[in-house]
C-alpha cells in the first residue's frame, strides 16, 4: 500500500583530477591524491530520511500562470517527482518536503501522483527569504535522526545519493556531494561554487573567485545543521540566512566534507535554457 502522510505545519583516501577556476596552478589538471579525514569520530547513523526544499518562488523559470517550479516537467516528469523517485529508488521511503510559494498546488501535484515515499509537508512562512530558513523549517519533523537534504529543482541520477549513504557522517557535521568536472557545468557563473582541502569544505558561495567544485545541492547532514543555521539567522536584524551561511558555519570546526560525484550527472533547473539541457542529460 502507497501511505501518504500529510501533515502541514508552520512552523577514503581517493584520487581526482583537481580543477581549480582561478588558482594559480601552472598543471590545472594534475591529479592530486587527497586522503580522506579521519581524525573525527564519526557518526555511525546514516540518513532514513530526506528533507527537500521546494519553498522558493521560482521567478526566473515560473509565472503565477505556468506550473509551481518543483512542478514543472523534464521530459514528462515534475521536478520534485524525480527527486522523491531516486529517494525511492536509493531505500529512502521518508521524505519531508518543505513548502512555501504556492504551497497547496505543490502538495497536490504530489499527493495526485500517489508517491511511493511516505511524504509529510512543512510550510515555511518566510518562503521569500533564504532558503536556510526552509531548511529550519523541517527541523521539528526530523528531530535527532540525521537526514538527506535535497532541492526540488536538483535532478540527479540515484548513483549519488548511494555514493553519499556509503559516506560516514562527521559527528555534528554534513557530508555535501559536489562535481569537480568543471568544464560540464551548465551556466556555472549561477552555481554555488566550493572551495575544498583534504576533503572538507573551506569556502562556499556562489560569488567565489577561486574554487574547485560545485554545490550538487545534495548533502547527507547531522541535526547539528539546524543549530549552525539558527545560530547564523540570529546575528542578522531580519533573521535571514542561507543554506550555505549554514554549512559555512559548520565548515570553521571542520566538520563540513564532500563527496565527490566523478561522472555522476545532475542538473539544476532554474532557467528554461536548464530545461533544455536537462532533457538532453535524463
Known amino acids: 500500500m502507497r501511505a501518504v502522510q500529510h501533515i502541514i505545519t508552520n512552523v577514503r583516501s581517493g584520487y581526482f583530477a583537481k580543477k581549480c577556476r582561478g588558482a594559480q596552478n601552472p598543471h590545472p589538471m594534475l591529479t592530486v591524491k587527497m586522503d580522506w579525514p579521519t581524525k573525527w569520530a ?10 527537500i526544499i521546494a519553498a522558493g518562488m521560482g521567478s526566473r523559470l515560473t509565472t503565477e500562470d505556468t506550473l509551481p517550479k518543483p512542478l514543472m516537467q523534464v521530459n514528462g516528469r515534475a521536478l520534485i517527482l524525480r527527486v522523491l523517485d531516486r529517494f525511492y529508488e536509493a531505500g529512502i521511503t521518508e521524505a519531508v518536503v518543505v513548502t512555501g510559494h504556492r504551497a ?23 518562503y521569500r527569504m533564504s532558503n536556510g530558513l526552509s531548511v529550519l523549517a523541517a527541523r521539528e519533523v526530523v528531530g535527532n535522526r540525521s537526514f538527506f537534504l535535497s532541492m526540488a529543482d536538483h535532478i540527479f541520477e540515484s548513483s549519488l545519493i548511494a555514493g553519499l549513504k ?10 555535501l556531494a559536489v562535481d569537480r568536472k568543471l568544464d560540464a557545468i551548465y551556466d556555472e557563473d549561477d552555481a554555488t561554487k566550493v572551495k ?6 573551506v569556502e562556499i558561495h556562489k560569488e567565489l573567485k577561486e574554487f574547485d567544485a560545485v554545490d550538487t545541492g545534495l548533502f547527507s547532514c ?3 545543521l539546524f543549530d549552525r543555521i539558527e545560530a547564523a539567522a540570529r546575528t542578522r536584524a531580519d533573521g535571514d540566512c542561507s543554506l550555505s551561511d549554514g554549512v559555512k558555519a559548520m565548515s570553521v ?3 563540513a566534507l564532500v563527496h565527490d560525484i566523478q561522472y555522476g550527472k545532475w542538473q539544476d ?11 538532453k542529460l535524463f
Open 166 to 175: 556509503n559516506i560516514p557522517i562527521p559527528a555534528d557535521g554534513l557530508v
Open 42 to 51: 564519526m557518526n555511525a547513523e546514516q540518513p532514513t530520511i530526506v528533507v
Open 253 to 255: 570546526s571542520g566538520t
Open 222 to 224: 547531522t541535526p547539528a
Open 269 to 279: 533547473v532554474d532557467t528554461p535554457g536548464a530545461v533544455v539541457h536537462a532533457a
Open 104 to 126: 497547496e498546488e505543490i502538495q497536490q501535484g504530489i499527493l495526485l501522483d500517489n508517491p511511493k515515499n511516505r511524504v509529510q509537508f512543512v510550510f515555511n512562512p518566510n
Open 196 to 201: 575544498t582541502e583534504n576533503g572538507k569544505i
